[in-house]
């Protein structure tokens, strides 16, 4: 993820049951631009993908399947989920 507008790049490493954010710039399959607020509302689901790529708000480059991979495996836990399960 780049966000241009404060100056920051998150690299995230997915691996089997995780995703580990870095505040590295490396190399990725793709690089998500947008604006803080839009990550912002794109995690509160406030906006879609699609919407946002629509309005201009968001730029993918590189293997777009695979940002729509990792966008697509992420749930929506219950309000009230556990933490940890006795």
């Known amino acids: 993820f780049e966000l241009p ?16 954010p870095r505040m590295v710039d490396e190399a990725g399959a793709a690089r998500l631009k ?3 607020a839009d990550f912002n509302r794109l995690i509160l689901q406030e906006v879609t993908v699609p919407a946002l790529i629509q309005s201009g708000g968001l730029a993918i480059e590189g293997d777009a399947s695979a940002a729509a991979a990792f966008l697509g495996a992420l749930e929506t836990p219950d309000f009230w989920f ?4 006795p």
């Open 82 to 85: 556990p933490v940890v399960t």
């Open 5 to 20: 507008d404060v100056s920051e790049t998150i690299s995230v490493s997915v691996g089997k049951d995780v995703v580990v």
């Open 34 to 36: 947008l604006d803080r």
